[in-house]
Nanobody, 122 residues
Framework: QVQLVESGGGLVQAGDSLRLSCLAS????????LGWFRQAPGKEREFVAA????????PYADSVKGRFTISRDNAKNTVYLQMNSLKSEDTAIYFC???????????????WGQGTQVTVSS
């Protein structure tokens, strides 16, 4: 079992950067893959990025590739999402999730945080 708490969201302007954090509880954080997903108003939740337990595999959605970077610090039980060159279309609630593998579909993730709002003004 793992509990996840996101932080770092906020209101920024287009072109700005923001770093999201997701703090996990539990003693087995290092064995989990972590993913970031987002959901914009009126849209389905979509995959953003994921990272495997060893931080050696990091898939990204095409829409964020080259702008977002996922990383993890197992000593701090934390996964990060560095978001650069933000666009208005990045506005969404961002969720982190934990699973056995870095899947790109949300139904493979049994553990979820409550989400953090990111709003990008143009």
């Amino acid at each position: 079992q793992v509990q996840l708490v996101e932080s770092g969201g906020g209101l920024v302007q287009a072109g700005d950067s923001l770093r999201l954090s997701c703090l996990a509880s539990g003693h087995t954080f290092s064995s989990y893959a972590l993913g970031w997903f987002r959901q914009a108003p009126g849209k389905e939740r979509e995959f953003v990025a994921a990272i495997d337990a060893g931080a050696s595999y990091t898939p990204y959605a095409d829409s964020v590739k080259g702008r977002f970077t996922i990383s993890r610090d197992n000593a701090k039980n934390t996964v990060y999402l560095q978001m650069n060159s933000l666009k208005s279309e990045d506005t969404a609630i961002y969720f982190c999730a934990a699973s056995s593998h870095p899947f790109s579909v949300d139904y493979h993730y049994p553990y979820w945080g409550q989400g953090t709002q990111v709003t990008v003004s143009s």
